[in-house]
């Protein structure tokens, strides 16, 4: 199966940037939409954002729309999430996912339960 390695977090002031990599080991894996997640101590895991298999559809919770990018680059097996204006409440772990293959090329799964494989997560805070 893919094996997924998160990157890219740190320590950053609130209305700073990250941008969070996600490095699958397969070659290619055109085919399984990919999601972002983030959980912060005490808290159920949270859908932050996705895209398609075809790169073609994006989606975001509401807390990060506008702030938050999610894209992807098949050629180099890597999904991104570009984080902007970021606040205290953005702190977390997050979690890369990849979700089981699907027919609907434009299909983002919003739920956790909907994805089967997981990366180790990456430590993100946001300091006010």
């Known amino acids: 199966q893919v094996q997924l390695v998160e990157s890219g977090g740190g320590l950053v002031q609130a209305g700073g940037s990250l941008r969070l990599t996600c490095a699958a080991s397969?070659?290619?894996?055109?085919?399984?939409?990919m999601g972002w997640f983030r959980q912060a101590p005490g808290k159920e895991r949270e859908f932050v954002g996705g895209i398609s298999w075809s790169g073609g559809s994006t989606s975001y919770v509401d807390s990060v729309l506008g702030r938050f990018t999610i894209s992807r680059d098949v050629a180099k097996n890597t999904v991104y999430l570009q984080m902007h204006s970021l606040k205290p409440e953005d702190t977390a772990i997050y979690y890369c996912?990849?979700?089981?293959?699907?027919?609907?090329?434009?299909?983002?799964?919003?739920?956790?339960?909907?994805?089967?494989?997981w990366g180790q997560g990456t430590q993100v805070t946001v300091s006010s």
């Open positions: 397969e070659r290619t894996f055109t085919n399984y939409p």
């Open positions: 996912a990849a979700a089981r293959f699907s027919a609907d090329s434009a299909y983002v799964p919003s739920s956790s339960r909907e994805y089967d494989i």
